[in-house]
């Protein structure tokens, strides 16, 4: 296992630059997620790392050596792909010591390090099978222990649970991290989902058109978003935001309302006040909504509230006896309330106190 160690990597085709001077660091046995919108340059990065793609400027160390010069082969860096890449005409065990035997590894070594992957895997009574008389899952698995008898330094994995139902991506996602868990081996893994993010990272790693814009523990980017954007990616559903102002400690929407409090900041005329769904509360005072939907999901129950500032989330475990129609104030708990300058949308500093 090895950290890895990138210094101002920068990645251009022809004029466009898609990487713009990304420095991170993943420690030895850490698991990071590389997590942002489509085209943001978190794919682009993993095969930067790779080798599958040239970098245009920087630095790529791993275990403490610069690998940029080295092919893919040379890396010994294992990748795990979206789609698989499992060779149709080959049982599951020639797929998983395929990398093994171009290495010219002795049959009785890849038949071991074949074995000792699939019983990691759950895949010792699939071993004869080919590819299309597996499941996606198993697919996935497969492709995993390709990547696991190599026994690298480093495993990528690339949007891998995209392609399965919404019930095995959490099965796999739970699969993937106790993997980790038991191997101990340093990993980046890229999605675009914020979930997978939150429930699989050590580290995640938020980026935006090229640029990391926070880098963290999952409840630390939840609670401490640096911006706008982080704080509207993280978290599901999303942030709630509404135009405001803080007088003292109140924060107050731009139809006069008091919204929520926040004690440590500074009085400022325009600002954007961000309240997690969850903190949303019904009360008697606070700013008028209207009950605009209603969405039950068993554990908790959504409700959408349309104001003079546009809509906003609520969720709760409470069994609320509401009618759509129904005209209601909402406050955020007490300091659950994040605040961000209306120009930089950059979170707001609160002092520290005595």
């Known amino acids: 296992m090895g950290s890895v160690n990138l210094r101002g990597i920068r990645k251009a085709y022809g004029a466009v630059e898609v990487l713009h001077g ?3 660091d993943v420690e030895e046995g850490e698991f990071a997620v590389l997590v942002g919108p489509s085209g943001c340059g978190k794919s682009t990065l993993l095969r930067s790392i790779a080798g599958l793609e040239t970098i245009s400027g920087g630095e790529i160390s791993l275990a403490g050596k610069v690998i940029n010069h080295l092919p893919p082969k040379r890396r ?22 395929f990398s093994l035997r171009l290495s010219k590894e002795s049959k009785s070594e890849i038949d071991r390090k074949v074995t000792d992957a699939a019983e990691i895997l759950g895949l010792t009574e699939l071993l004869d099978r080919y590819p299309k008389q597996l499941s996606g899952g198993q697919r996935q698995r497969v492709a995993m222990g390709r990547a696991i008898v190599r026994d690298p330094e480093l495993f990528l994995f690339d949007e891998p649970l995209s392609n399965l139902d919404a019930k095995l991506r959490v ?22 989902d914020q979930i997978e993010a ?4 050590d580290k995640i790693v938020v980026m935006r058109g090229g640029h990391v814009e926070q880098i963290g523990s999952p409840l630390d980017l939840y609670d401490r978003p640096v911006n706008m954007f982080v704080a509207g990616f993280i ?6 935001f509404v135009p405001a102002s803080v007088r003292d ?36 005072t606070g700013q008028e909504a209207t009950v605009s939907l209603i969405e039950p999901t ?22 609320l006896d509401l009618d ?15 605040l961000f300058d209306a120009k930089s949308e950059t979170a707001l500093k609160l002092r520290e106190s005595a």
């Open 22 to 24: 990304i420095d991170l």
């Open 76 to 97: 010994d860096i294992a990748m795990v792909f979206q789609n698989y890449a499992l060779y149709p005409h080959m049982t599951v065990a020639k797929n998983m010591g």
């Open 171 to 192: 099965q796999m996602r739970s699969e993937i991290k106790e993997l980790h868990q038991r191997l101990k081996t340093t990993t980046i893994y890229v999605t675009h």
């Open 198 to 201: 939150m429930t699989m990272a």
């Open 235 to 240: 978290g599901s559903p999303a942030m709630n």
């Open 249 to 284: 400690a109140s924060v107050m929407t731009t139809s006069g309302a008091e919204i929520g409090t926040q004690e440590g900041v500074e009085s400022v005329g325009e600002a954007i006040a961000g309240i997690r769904p969850e903190d949303l509360r019904l009360s008697d």
């Open 298 to 319: 068993g554990s908790e129950t959504q409700v959408t509230l349309r104001t003079m500032d546009g809509n906003l989330i609520l969720t709760t475990r409470d069994r």
């Open 324 to 338: 759509v129609g129904q005209a209601v104030h909402v406050m955020a708990a007490p300091g659950k309330t994040h």
